[in-house]
């Protein structure tokens, strides 16, 4: 165990859509550790930007001490933390289109990142979490005890995100939509400077395309209780 924490911190990365924060809020649940969704924070950022009249023009420019001004927070209630913008807590509203579609602009920016890696340490400080997003593995936490990198087939990840928002029988139009829309956040993503989506050296990669809900869960939790921390 890393010194100072009382229980491991596990890391699920992967691209939009390959099931990582349902899949991690489970395995929390299941291990009685607290959950954290870091692209919650990014997508609130953005929120904050966008609820604020911040100009997307003028992102560029914001400074790390900009963007903590905004008052994003993270808090510590029973089961998970809860994501923040000044009292309110912020929950539905972190998935609508004009967040979703601007917030991989967001997350390329440097002051961006460093203003929410603060937030994301102080919740790994005590350990017992499981941590989903991108970078988690990589950068937050490159000395987690379990790291799991997800992914799944394109046309698959497009399927979920639509039943997901309720469609249950979508055409193939709109599946065609969804898959140009999380390609392009996985270019995005993929190929920035900064945190580029990629699995660390030392992650287990799980392909969870014709894998039930259950099945990847039990998985995960199965290699966090082998290794016995
Ligand atoms: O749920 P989905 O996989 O679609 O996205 P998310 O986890 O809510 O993350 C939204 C966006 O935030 C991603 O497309 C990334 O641009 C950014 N992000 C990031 O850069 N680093 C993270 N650790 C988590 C999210």
Redesign the pocket.
Known sequence: MTSGREGPVVTLDG????G??TTAREVARRLGFRHL????L??ALTFALLDSGVPENDWPSLSTEDFRALGVTLDDTNGGVEVRFGDRVLADELRSKAV?GR??TL?RLGPARACLLELQRKAGERGRLVA?????GTV?FPDAEVKIYLIADLEERARRRLRESGATNPTPEAVAAEVDAIHA?DR??SGRDL?PLRPAGDAIEIDTTGLAFDEQVAKIVGLVERRGI
């Not at 989903?132 to 988690?136: A, E, I, L, S, W």
């Open positions: 691209p939009a859509g390959s990582k924060s969704d870091s692209g919650a990014y997508r979703t917030v991989a997350a989903d997003g991108r970078d988690m937050v956040r995005k993503d945190s």
